[in-house]
């Protein structure tokens, strides 16, 4: 074998413009991969986990029928009761094993009013705040001394975004006039200050939602310990399936047999987005093959140059079997070499751009609430995406090494010796 890899090392040398071709086309082929996967998956991750954190959870324990009228925001719907309140619903779900959080959201529709003819419909969560900073993180985005602070509970003090702080006119510390419809459908009116103000660059936090406590909105929609969902997140995301038949085990007794949603089932988008990663897998395949392509072609290139010479290596001894190897060698040298140079500059890439970040707020400007794309995408930078990247420029080139290298050990010696 060893006399093999000096005579591979040797050949790939008597052709070096030949041989930089094709290793600089897995380069570039791998280098693209690894920079095409690392923006995807940044793009995908980043939707899927602002997803996760501000609409989904893990999971969503919710009534069936609330299922089919969310977007109508209806209070009818609701999980807890006298007789199971929410809170205890809640305390069960914590004792689950691998369960992280666990908390309730109540989701309505709301017209800010500020001034006389300054007026705003949003969404309107309640939330208990304590648990929420464990998903949402909300108060990451109260930047800068006059940002605020998350309200409090038991208070009418709300959580607006700037976007739509401008809009009404009001600023940190004002008050702002709130209309919306209880849950037995009556008006109900009341005033909250305005505590903090949220700048995440998502258009559902600035220009769409309004955040008060939990408790507060109980208090004013008439849901006396109870609320629309309940958020559980696990440790993990690989563990959501396996939680999910626990959180079950626990609320199917409850009244009005609420059902367990996964994260990956919340939308069609979000199912489409869990999904992606896997379909985007074969454009980077196609992507290593083009690139490949050169190097097939080049060996099939040499095979043929080489014929008469193989024809004496196999007069001498060589069996097939030697011959083969020896292509397939060649090969091997130019898929890995190539591999790494194009992962390590791909990597190397995505590591400087990953500071910098790509802004997108002019193609995401346009785009609804429900769209949770953050204005700057940052590619991901990991060993896992410069493996993937390395294999499967290796596997790749090899399989298009195999065909040059098995015909020249087909090739037969008498034959091959003819050859002028």
């Known amino acids: 074998m060893t006399y093999l890899i000096k ?175 209880t849950s037995f459908g009556s008006l109900g009116i009341a005033t909250f200050r305005a505590v903090g103000r949220m700048s995440s660059g998502l258009k559902l936090l600035d220009e769409s939602a309004a955040y008060i406590p939990l408790d507060t909105a109980m208090l004013l929609l008439d849901m006396d310990d109870s609320v629309t969902e309940i958020i559980v997140l696990g440790e993990t995301l690989s563990k959501t399936h396996a939680i999910k038949t626990e959180v079950e085990r626990v609320v199917h007794t409850l009244p009005g047999a609420p059902i367990v949603v996964p994260w990956d089932e919340y939308s069609e988008l979000m199912s489409f987005m869990s999904q992606a990663k896997a379909m985007y897998a074969v454009i980077y395949v196609l992507l290593v093959a083009l690139a490949s392509f050169v190097v097939f072609n080049t060996l099939l290139m040499v095979v043929s140059e080489r014929t008469r010479e193989i024809g004496m290596l196999a007069a001498l001894g060589l069996t097939p079997q030697s011959i083969r190897r020896l292509f397939l060698i060649e090969g091997t040298i130019l898929a890995v070499s190539g591999s790494f140079l194009g992962a390590l500059l791909g990597g190397i890439f995505n590591l400087w751009f990953g500071s910098v970040g790509l802004d997108i707020s002019k193609m995401t400007q346009d785009l609804g609430g429900e769209f949770l794309f953050a204005p700057r995408i940052y590619p991901t930078t990991s060993l896992s995406v410069m493996m993937f990247s390395f294999a499967l420029g290796v596997a790749v080139t090899m399989v298009a090494v195999y065909i040059p290298a098995r015909h020249a050990g087909k090739l037969k010696p008498t034959e091959a010796l003819r050859t002028i």
Do not use: C
Not at 62 to 77: A, C, F, H, N, V
Not at 92 to 103: E, F, G, L
Not at 141 to 168: N, V, W, Y
């Open 7 to 181: 005579m591979a090392w040797r050949n790939l040398g008597r052709h070096r413009g030949r041989t930089t071709l094709s290793l600089i086309a897995i380069i570039m082929g791998v280098f693209v991969v690894v920079i095409a996967k690392g923006f995807v998956d940044g793009i995908l991750d980043s939707y899927i986990t602002y997803n996760i954190n501000l609409n989904s959870g893990h999971l969503r324990v919710i009534r069936p029928e609330y299922r089919l009228k969310e977007q109508t925001l209806s209070l009818g719907y609701a999980i807890g009761d006298e007789d199971t309140p929410y809170h205890s619903v809640v305390e069960d779900i914590r004792h689950i094993p691998d369960v992280k959080v666990a908390t309730g959201r109540i989701k309505f529709g709301m017209l800010l009013v500020a001034g006389d003819d300054i007026q705003e419909t949003v969404l309107g969560i309640g939330t208990d705040f304590h648990e929420e900073e464990k998903v949402a993180h909300l108060s990451r985005f109260l930047e800068g001394s006059r940002a605020g602070t998350l309200p409090r509970a038991g208070q009418r003090e709300i959580l607006l975004g700037d976007a739509l702080m401008a809009k009404l006119g009001i600023g940190v510390g004002d008050k702002v006039n709130a209309v919306f419809s």
